[in-house]
């Protein structure tokens, strides 16, 4: 063992040193094998990055040296502490300075290496926003090519933690900058602009009252989200398209009597609690749907009555069935966090049902015998 990683460590060493080379033929050459030698090996991305193989990239990337970019991308799909060293050596300042070179090509590996380093949840976000300059300049690259619009639209979607992310975006013009992707030829693109939306318009009544005015060609915004609604569309774009309703609803921008709500958005979340659903997704619709109600006795008599959904819930207190049937020890770890979270979202979307309506709450302790879903129901929610 001790042999092999003295191995590892050397030929990461000669990679690192080709960096270093006085002919830049070579180093480039250095670049493109060391780009080989990394996918897929972590342990080799964690050599390189500890034996100074970073500073080195930077130190090239003032060229439009799109191959050092994608190093820097591929080291970043490793582990969290590889992120982590990436970001303490400055790579996001280098790598936002990169988009202002001409070339499509590289402002894309730059891109794509940003993506992949601020969807981690070990990179403050915060550094999107240092440089006031950053964001409009994004803005403005977005029409440059759909990839530009996959990546672009993902930072913004997992950068925006706040009020104020919101408002920066708001100010720089997201709407009328994103709003155009939703018609894209591209899915991917359709599903990023949906998520960024959706992260805009969350407890935001500034973004949601103009959402509602927004024409995407010639349809209020409002239409296209509802047609993303469809049952024949994937369930991602469905459940994120009813997200982007019920915020702007309670927002005040939509009302909860209108037709996109009560006929459409209520019943595609209803339909997201369903036992034919993955885990991940029952979650998000019944919390999505507990949200959407919370304030609104109409639409809880609606949903109390919209394809058994009382009963319906009663299924998320039975999973995992049968723990000793799983022998997966990866498998029984994910399956009991998602029966924790299934569990919770069910209480979340019980407490909204009964909040208002007495006959509700009967409807619900009559349907529900299970006492570890009784008793929490009668102690927090209807106390």
């Given amino acids: 063992m001790a042999e092999w990683k003295q191995e590892v460590t050397a030929t990461s060493r000669h990679y690192v040193d080709r960096l270093f080379h006085p002919d830049p033929q070579k180093v480039l050459q250095g670049v493109i094998d060391m780009k080989n030698a990394v996918i897929g090996n972590n342990k080799q991305k964690a050599n390189l990055i500890v034996l100074g193989a970073v500073p080195r990239y930077l130190s090239l990337s003032p060229l439009p040296l799109t191959e050092c970019v994608v190093v820097l991308g591929s080291l970043a799909m490793g582990t969290e502490n590889n992120i982590k060293s990436l970001v303490d050596c400055h790579i996001i300042p280098a790598l936002l300075q990169g988009l202002v070179c001409p070339d499509l090509v590289f402002i894309e590996a730059c891109l794509r290496c940003l993506r992949t380093v601020f969807i981690s949840p070990v990179t403050p976000v915060q550094l999107l926003y240092t440089d006031p300059t950053v964001i409009p300049h994004l803005m403005s690259l ?31 013009g997201a709407i009328q900058n994103i709003a155009p992707m939703l018609i894209s030829l591209s899915y991917k693109v359709r599903m990023q602009a949906l998520k960024c939306f959706s992260v805009l318009a969350y407890e935001n009544t500034q973004v949601s009252m103009t959402l509602v005015n927004v024409l995407v060609d010639g349809d209020l915004l409002s239409q296209v989200f509802v047609r993303m609604l469809q049952r024949n569309l994937p369930i991602e774009m469905q459940l994120t398209a009813a997200k982007c309703l019920t915020y702007m609803c309670r927002a005040g921008a939509i009302r909860t009597d209108d037709r ?30 507990a949200y959407l109600m919370e304030p609104d006795v109409e639409l809880q008599r609606i949903a109390s009555v919209t394809d058994h959904l009382v009963a319906m819930l009663a299924d998320y207190f039975k999973y995992p069935s049968s723990v000793s ?38 409807k619900v302790t009559s349907t529900v015998h299970t006492p570890t879903l009784t008793q929490p129901l009668l102690e927090v929610s209807f106390s």
């Fill in 142 to 172: 977005l029409s440059r090519s759909p990839r530009t619009q996959d990546y672009i639209t993902q930072i913004f979607s997992h950068c925006c933690k706040s009020p104020e992310h919101q408002t920066v975006l708001f100010n720089h």
């Fill in 260 to 289: 996109c709500i009560v006929l459409k958005t209520l019943p595609c979340l209803v339909r997201m609690c369903s036992k034919e659903r993955l885990l991940e997704e029952r979650v998000e619709g019944a919390e999505t749907l």
């Fill in 325 to 362: 049937a799983i022998t997966d020890i990866k498998r029984l770890d994910h399956d009991l966090k998602h029966a924790h979270e299934l569990r919770q979202a069910a209480f979340k979307l019980y407490a909204s049902l009964g909040s208002n309506d007495e006959d509700i709450r009967k």
